[in-house]
């Protein structure tokens, strides 16, 4: 079934521009693709799920990849770069006692007290833009707000935020299949950079705890079990990072869907009781996580070709959120959607610890713009992409209003 000459490249500027046509070709002629590194890539929802569901047969340790994988390598070079216990790369039993440990911090009633500070947060950068006729939507809109909400739970100052941005992009190509050595490079010194401020942070919280999610964290113990120092540092780089690149692209590719969908956005403009809904859509249609991967514990039938041990098993969310088999007329936005089985949070063990939160700033930021600025629009005709794979997000969005 893998084709001799057909290549896909995530990196190649016009996917990462419009991927969706590609997904298609790939879902009708090769479900499953061997890129020209020997990795598998699947597309279809059912393939998807049947890949990020099994757990006993797929991890997601890179350190079961084949020696010669060399996006395998990478990533294992980045672990051993973050002391290795990033939950995104650990299988049970050491995921289950250390996801256990934190996510009692973003379950939905946890996440929900945080509604008024996120309104709050919202209605002062609006405010800040609105003297100005114009702003970047990213980076004073979309950017800013998931970073000091996720920065105010972990209890980090202010005053050291400005730093994260200068670094955060750098680090999230270390979740990339990177061929450059220089990117590699650049991530795993961020990477590192992150890691030196998380310990210096820590020893201030030892010495002056505060009512913070770190401060719990360097107390919390369930079942006679802690989290040691380089689990909480690795954890506290992931959530931070996660916590507001992924928010801010779905709040810029959100609105860049609205924008582009005119009767939708007015649909959502006049509608109030879309806000929830139009969120779980406007995720499924231009998902801010495009790709996941695991690898094979063993050989594994799937989609008409076999998966070898220590093989690689990508599978693209951004693909699976537009089959045609789970989703009517998957191209379109539409807002009223019924099926809402959306995968832009992966599904399983790995399913989005910061789900919650995400959906919530997303219900709040994205109708808040619109209604504050009911003449928004787009300056530039094609705006710019970011370079990252698996986080799909853009560089700037200029708009007017």
Not at 99 to 110: D, E, I, Q, Y
Not at 113 to 136: C, K
Not at 204 to 220: K, Q, T
């Amino acid at each position: 079934m893998a084709s001799v000459t057909f290549h896909f490249d995530p990196a190649d500027p016009a996917v990462r521009a419009d991927p969706f046509p590609t997904f298609r070709w790939l879902r009708e002629h090769e479900p499953a693709h061997r890129n020209r590194t020997g990795q598998w890539l699947f597309t279809r929802h059912a393939d998807v799920m049947a890949v990020l569901r099994d757990a006993a047969r797929f991890s997601s340790d890179p350190s079961h990849r084949n020696p010669d994988d060399a996006t395998g390598r990478d990533q294992r070079q980045a672990m051993e770069g973050t002391k290795g216990q990033t939950l995104l790369f650990l299988d049970p039993p050491d995921h289950t006692r250390l996801r256990a440990l934190v996510s009692r911090a973003f379950t939905p009633k946890v996440v929900e007290h945080l509604r008024p500070r996120i309104v709050t947060l919202v209605d002062a950068l609006l405010e800040r833009a609105a003297d100005t006729g114009s702003m970047d939507l990213i980076a004073d809109f979309a950017y800013p707000l998931p970073v000091a909400v996720i920065c105010e739970m972990l209890g980090i100052p202010e005053a050291d935020r400005d730093e994260f941005h200068r670094w955060s992009a750098d680090a999230t190509r270390l979740l990339d299949p990177i061929t450059d050595p220089e990117v590699l490079e650049r991530g795993l010194v961020a990477g590192a950079w992150f890691m030196e401020y998380f310990a210096a942070f820590f020893e201030r919280h030892r010495r002056e705890p505060d009512d913070d999610l770190v401060s719990e964290l360097l107390a919390v113990e369930e079942a006679g079990d802690r989290l040691s120092i380089e689990e909480l540092m690795s954890t506290c780089v992931l959530l931070l990072l996660a916590g507001h690149e992924t928010t801010a692209n779905l709040i810029g590719n959100g609105t860049l869907a609205l924008l582009r969908h005119p009767d939708q956005l007015t649909h959502l403009r006049e509608d109030p009781a879309l806000d929830r809904v139009a969120v779980e859509e406007l995720l499924r249609y231009d998902s801010p996580v495009q790709y996941d991967g695991r690898t094979a514990l063993e050989d594994v039938e799937l989609a008409g070709v076999t998966v070898r041990a220590g093989e690689a098993a990508i599978v693209s969310l951004g693909a699976a959120n537009r089959d045609p088999d789970v989703f009517d007329e998957p191209d379109r936005l539409d807002l009223e959607r019924a099926n809402l089985h959306h995968l832009a949070f992966g599904v399983g063990i790995h399913y989005c610890l910061g789900a919650a939160l995400a959906r919530l700033e997303g219900q709040l930021a994205i109708p808040r713009l619109i209604r504050r600025f009911p003449n928004l629009l787009v300056t530039v005709d094609e705006p710019e992409w970011r370079e990252h794979v698996v986080l799909r997000g853009l560089t700037a969005l200029p708009v007017s209003f």
